[in-house]
């Protein structure tokens, strides 16, 4: 099914593969998939399943091995000129999952936030790159007289805004933020989704979310795809994972969220581990169930999860 809306980003048949000869791992297998202009797309697996990976990749942190990354119709993967390397790093921004790893504790605020700009913005004086500090700190909820300060200073919520600032005030394109939230607070972690959800929705901005916990993925995301072993095995619209989920693997990744009520929690049937393995080595392909959901199959497989959604 052809979808009208606009492709920012495409990923092809990315491979990354670590080591060679024997030791040779493949971290990430055959990977294709588009993000639309102001969505936010999940890439959701287990720890190892190759999905934060694939998300510095797509940031130029990692090389691929072989496929290409496509950003607002321009190949970025493997060696591009300097000027589009400056435009990608303007365009494209990530938000680490540690707050406190990834701030210079011996900058202050100041400079941690505007750091960025000494390279893409060389035509402002001091006074202008201050004053984009301080608009970037207030959209994240902080004032501009924390920019004298050190990160040591904060908590942990504050740690991450000010990381968030620091990609806000490049004006990105598209956001890769990487577990933002598993190193916070319960008490604070929706306060970061919410701003998120409306720093999106005033900059127009379209964000990759990768995470491991599909109920965070369900509150933000509009399309999940789920990873396994460095490959896409599902990927729909998020509300279609989780009302009918196909591929075995989704399955077990929705029965390890908790269920907030003992009677429940108790009769359900947790799928066996070998759910989330691959148990032969049949020929599988992505396959367009139903418009929009795609699942990694054989033909036998693929007949079964229609067969699956016509009794459904």
């Known amino acids: 099914m052809q979808d009208s809306r606009e492709v920012l980003l495409s990923v092809r048949d990315m491979r990354i593969t670590y080591g060679s000869g024997r030791k040779a791992f493949e971290a990430v297998r055959g990977v294709s998939f ?9 890439l959701a697996g287990e720890s190892g399943s190759g999905k934060t990976t694939i998300g510095r990749a797509i940031i130029r942190m990692i090389p691929l091995s072989s496929g290409e990354v496509v950003f607002g119709g321009r190949r970025i993967s493997g060696k591009i000129t300097k000027k589009l390397d400056e435009e990608v790093i303007r365009k494209i921004q990530m938000i680490f999952q540690d707050p406190m790893a990834s701030l210079n504790e011996r900058a202050k605020v100041d400079y941690i936030v505007g750091e960025g700009l000494y390279n ?18 207030r959209d ?5 007289e924390f920019a004298s300060r050190f990160p040591h200073e904060f908590s942990g919520g504050q740690r991450q805004r000010i990381g968030i600032a620091r990609a806000l005030i490049m004006r990105p394109e598209l956001i890769v933020a990487d577990e933002p939230i598993s190193a916070l607070d319960v008490s604070i972690r929706a306060q970061v ?3 998120l959800s409306a720093l999106q929705k005033e900059h127009g901005l379209t964000y990759i979310f990768v995470a491991h916990d599909l109920s965070v993925m369900r509150y933000i995301t509009d399309r999940i795809a789920i990873i396994r072993l460095g490959e896409i095995v599902e990927l729909a619209p998020t509300e279609l994972v989780f009302e009918h989920p196909l591929h075995p693997y ?3 990744l929705l029965q390890a969220i908790p269920v907030p009520n003992p009677r429940v929690e108790k009769s359900r049937r947790i799928l066996p581990n070998d759910a989330r393995k691959a148990t032969d080595d049949a020929e599988r ?15 036998e497989e693929e007949e079964m999860y229609r067969r699956f959604l016509r009794v459904g």
């Open 34 to 42: 588009d993000v639309y202009k102001s969505e936010t797309f999940g």
């Open 120 to 137: 893409v913005r060389r035509d402002l004086n001091n006074e202008e790159r201050i004053a984009l500090v301080h608009a970037a700190l």
């Open 140 to 144: 994240v909820g902080l004032l501009p």
């Open 193 to 195: 989704l919410n701003l």
């Open 250 to 252: 989704t399955k077990a």
């Open 285 to 299: 392909a992505m396959c367009e169930i139903e418009p929009g959901h795609f699942v990694l199959a054989t033909g």
